[in-house]
């Protein structure tokens, strides 16, 4: 069959407020990247918060294929749920790519998708795709039970302490590159743990105060820390950090541990691994889910298995493979 126009072409969303205004700054540059590669594509700016997930649904509606992200994992995660929202094709049958110009960029570290626009532009000329795991969280809000999909990973309670406060410095202008630190540093003598009740696949693994809780399918959040160094984005299964209480000073000299994949050598952290996970508190905790701030417990978490095709790079993939991992249905088909 013969392929449309919006077949053969990106459809590109840019947020140009992402990566304090990178998004908008450096989009010419790689504009000329991808014409240089011979990419064709349709860019879009994203004009208000969620306009990324109506643009998702609008370009499958239209017939493209292709979409390519040109923000931050916030950017990502309005599409990805743009891709469930439609109703024209299963999600698998779009291909999704990501030019990173955001602050943490955390989701595109798993994959390897390199920072430089210029490697960034080549793996999705190369078009190597792989089917990776989403999940769907169900949470609290305004006393309705809410849900939403997740690419990467969500955090409850100190995560989530940490990520409002965040947002809050970014909405009154700071820039720093330091801010998610200074965030992490004044939440943690702020933040109190909580009673928390953990069930994974139906199995009571956590009962007691907790400082903080990660659920992910991939490694990365915050930044660039490790907090689910184990995960494996397409096995069918969340990994699970559960922090302890934890005095300051201990984490303090073990710090390097969140950044280097040695988290689960720090004694207060447990780590768990299902499909099915349920978070329930008194009082309640709010979640973030791939940076954004949502609702409050009672969590719960459904994994999606092989449910987005993304562009990985080709290193990635090499590292799939000589870790003896099943590739058949994760290897480079092209861009049909």
């Known amino acids: 069959m013969e392929q449309s126009a919006s077949d053969a072409k990106w459809f ?8 304090s205004g990178r998004g908008l700054d450096d989009f010419p540059a790689i ?14 700016f994203t004009e208000h918060k969620f306009h990324a997930t109506e643009l998702t649904v609008w370009a499958v509606k239209e017939g493209y294929r292709r979409i390519i992200v040109v923000g931050g994992d916030g950017t990502l995660h309005e ?42 532009v080549r793996a999705i000329r190369e078009c190597r795709s792989f089917l990776q795991d989403v999940g769907v969280v169900s949470y609290e809000e305004a006393h309705y039970r809410q849900s939403r999909y997740m690419a990467n990973v969500a955090g409850a309670g100190f995560d989530a302490a940490v990520n409002r406060r965040f947002t809050h410095l970014r909405r009154k202008g700071r820039r720093s590159a330091w801010i998610y630190t200074w965030s992490m540093v004044r939440t943690f003598f702020r933040h109190k743990s ?57 984490l303090l000299f073990r710090f390097h541990y969140l950044f280097n994949g040695g ?46 095709r993304i562009v990985v790079s080709e290193a990635f993939l090499s590292g799939m493979t000589q870790g003896g991992a ?10 049909r």
């Open 12 to 19: 590109v969303i840019v947020n140009p407020v992402a990566g």
């Open 31 to 44: 504009s000329k990247l991808l014409r240089d590669e011979h990419i064709q594509c349709e860019p879009v």
């Open 79 to 120: 599409t990805v749920n743009g891709l469930f929202i439609q109703q024209e094709v299963d999600p698998r049958e779009v291909l999704l790519a990501v030019i990173a110009v955001g602050t943490g960029n955390d989701w595109v570290r798993t994959f390897g998708i390199p920072s430089r626009y210029r490697e960034a």
């Open 194 to 250: 909580t009673g928390m009740k953990v069930w994974v696949d139906g199995r009571l693994v956590y009962n007691d105060l907790l400082f903080s809780l990660a659920v992910g399918i991939c490694k990365y959040n915050g930044g660039g820390m490790q907090q689910l160094p184990d995960a494996v984005s397409d096995d069918g299964m969340f990994d699970l950090s559960l922090i302890r209480p934890v005095h300051f000073w201990h």
């Open 263 to 308: 988290i689960y050598r720090i004694r207060h952290v447990l780590h768990e691994r299902g499909s099915r996970i349920r978070i329930e508190s008194s009082p309640e905790v709010s979640v973030e889910v791939d940076g954004e701030l949502l609702g409050e417990s009672p969590l719960e978490f459904t994994i999606l298995h092989r449910a987005i």
């Open 326 to 335: 099943d590739c058949s249905e994760n290897r480079n088909e092209g861009c």
